[in-house]
């Protein structure tokens, strides 16, 4: 294909050109300096305006002018605002299936079925040989369209163990004693048995989880709070409950002890109540309505 020749009359219509960027810009101010134009075939030439809209570093305005042959008349075919070479632009775009990571699907999401996909392989189909099929099917629980392969059970087992429930998490740091040790560990059978079990303990922050055997908490099943110094001092504690009160604290011994001799204290007492006198400091009116004689 042979060279487009340069063509002075398109080339000279820079004018032309600014009017039809204008034309498409918000604001005139958008559109900024010459910068030069290309010959895009015979008769056929785009020049190119600097865009000077804020966000719109690098990108340009390019308008495409034409004439017919012998005429000495530019046209405009198009302006159009197109990235250059150091213009800003939006990340490529990504199918949102593509996007997901895990963690973002949510109650009624349903992620589109993956027949390729690399952490599963087909599962197993009964032989009829019933020794095979009870330890495929019963003790393996293999009857399924596709299980975990080899990659998906190493993906697994990497990601929990680096995970929360690993035992480089600060609980499992700060444990005294770990999962393989504690009651409330509930083993895994198969190959991932040797590194992890489930968490059962209702107190534990990882109940319901699976955990490494190196992970560990607060509520392990065998290890206790350690006892503190207390900020309080020591009081005597007394040894026995029985109390002897003694009559120089007890004011009432006295008495008690001058009425188990004789009763001469209650007597001295009765006697000034069938006299008419006040006893202690109970007053009159709050002894009763008194007695009236019978006609
Ligand atoms: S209670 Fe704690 S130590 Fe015990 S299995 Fe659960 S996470 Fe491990």
Redesign the pocket.
Known sequence: MAAATQDAVLGGAVDLARSAALEIAEHPADVGEHLGYTVDADRLVSHRFACTAKGYRGWVWTVTLSRVPRARKATVCEAVLLPGDDAVLAPAWVPWDERLRPGDIGPGDVLPFRADDPRLEPGFTPTGDPEVDEVAIGELALARARVLSPVGLAEAAERWYRGR?GPASA?AVA?A???Q?????IPLQGSLGTVF?V???A?????G?V?ALE???????ETDVEPRPSEWPEVPVASELVVEPTAAVVGGGEVAGREAAGGEAGGEVAGREAAGDVVGDVPAEDEGPAEQPEP
Request: charged share 15%; aromatic share 6%; net charge negative.
């Open positions: 429930q609980g444990s004693g770990d999962c040790t504690c009651g409330f560990l079990g968490c059962a303990n107190w534990s922050p990882d109940d989880k955990v992970h560990g908490c607060g509520a392990h099943s």
